[in-house]
């Protein structure tokens, strides 16, 4: 089955909390939109569209019918600057300054001090770069179709609001265009395209290039990519409650990892990945 990619763009409009991690008193976001943030977005709009509550069965269908990137802040709407991913190590410094900030807050008791423990940061992709010239941020990402298919995400994509702190105004988004463009020279992050197939294809040619979403760790020689960790979700499910859900954990290679690390890759064969549901990449 076929599959239509689509390159799409979206403004940043407020601060964005992607959950990740918590060091002290700091909640870390991670520096990109995964794929099960789009997913859990997409998924709550269509459903609450569609003035019902089944949270499952619309999951379900984008699972099916849609694919998708992890999504990177930019300051370009079409494409990402080589010199502005989150990594390597040396580089996080700088992505980090130009990109990210942190909120203070604490909650209160009886309404007027401080209640004690209870002061926390939170750690944001802001919707404007630091500096003496600022910027607006943008994510950037790619959005796959099943042929055939008619789930109306398109006519969602400006109604959508991503990540954490939601209630606060946080995580506020717009589409750059009206109409997600076709991707038409075939390529989706540098990567070759191949979207003949049950699931779309990337296709690494030999040169190194960074893992862009996490990649299902298989246990084979020489497999080292880089760190890995358990990947993780909440979900709705029939009985449970909104979110009261676990998803099964999967063992991954976090972004970032390297491609081509393996002997056999370095003598100028090609690497392919499937990108399954939630965006997570699988070694084929």
Avoid at 65 to 77: D, E, G, H, I, N
Avoid at 237 to 254: A, L, V
Wanted: hydrophobic fraction near 30%; glycine fraction near 10%.
């Amino acid at each position: 089955m076929a599959w239509t990619a689509y390159q799409v763009t979206f403004r940043l409009l407020s601060p964005m909390h992607i959950g990740w991690r918590k060091l002290g008193n700091l909640q870390q976001t991670r520096p990109y939109v995964t794929g099960r943030v789009l997913w859990g977005a997409l998924t709550a709009r269509l459903t609450r569209e569609s003035r019902g509550n089944d949270y499952k069965g619309f999951g379900e269908q984008v699972d099916q019918q849609l694919a998708f990137t992890y999504f990177y802040p930019s300051t370009a709407k079409d494409s990402i600057e080589d010199s502005l991913w989150p990594w390597p190590d040396k580089k996080w410094d700088e992505f980090a300054w130009k990109f990210m900030g942190s909120y203070a807050s604490t909650s209160l008791a009886n309404g007027r001090n401080a209640e004690d423990g209870s002061l926390h940061e939170t750690e944001f992709i802001a919707p404007h770069t630091r500096g003496d010239n600022p910027q607006q941020v943008y994510l950037v990402g790619y959005i796959f179709e099943r042929q055939g298919e008619e789930l109306p995400w398109k006519e969602n994509l400006d109604k959508l609001q991503f990540g954490g702190e939601r209630g606060y105004g946080w995580g506020r988004i717009e589409p750059v265009t009206r109409k997600p463009e076709k991707v038409k020279d075939g390529k989706c992050f540098d990567y070759d395209l191949d979207c003949d197939h049950d699931r779309p294809w990337l296709i690494a040619s030999p040169e190194n290039k960074w893992l862009l979403a996490h990649t299902v760790a298989i246990d084979e020689p020489d497999s080292q990519r880089g760190a890995i960790e358990p990947l993780m979700g909440r979900e709705t499910g029939e009985n449970t409650g909104f979110g009261n859900k676990f998803s099964k954990p999967q063992i991954c290679w976090i972004p970032g990892g390297k491609v081509n690390q393996k002997e056999k890759f370095q003598i100028g064969k090609e690497e392919k990945f499937q990108i399954g549901e939630k965006g997570i990449w699988k070694p084929l």
